[in-house]
Nanobody
Framework: QVQLVESGGGSVQAGASLRLSCTTS????????MAWFRQAPGKERETVAA????????YLVDSVKGRFTISRDVAKNTVYLQMNSLKPEDTAIYYC?????????????????WGQGTQVTVSS
């Protein structure tokens, strides 16, 4: 089956940076879009960033604009989330997701495959 593997999470102080990576393993799929979601304790999962694989067009939730950047390396079959100026409210489990077919690509319901998540903890 399709497997997405996240890495790069950790515990940092406010103002620090982290780069998350997500690589496809197992059965491959033709990518339409990839995205990062996050879920904090007791809260709903939310979209953080998404990228249209072919064109590189990106989406960022308002709360991370100017601090986070989503990008992809086609040759490495990898999507990244560069997180700068981290804040305590960024603390969450971050999930990578993939969408195989055309259509909306901004919401949880739009995605077909999910990674196991990687923890990001930001202290003040």
């Amino acid at each position: 089956q399709v497997q997405l593997v996240e890495s790069g999470g950790g515990s940092v102080q406010a103002g620090a940076s982290l780069r998350l990576s997500c690589t496809t393993s197992g059965r491959t799929f033709t990518k339409y879009a990839m995205a990062w979601f996050r879920q904090a304790p007791g809260k709903e999962r939310e979209t953080v960033a998404a990228i249209w694989w072919s064109a590189g067009t990106t989406y960022l939730v308002d709360s991370v604009k100017g601090r986070f950047t989503i990008s992809r390396d086609v040759a490495k079959n990898t999507v990244y989330l560069q997180m700068n100026s981290l804040k305590p409210e960024d603390t969450a489990i971050y999930y990578c997701a993939g969408k195989a077919y055309s259509g909306p690509w901004y919401n949880t319901r739009d995605y077909d495959y999910w990674g196991q998540g990687t923890q990001v903890t930001v202290s003040s």
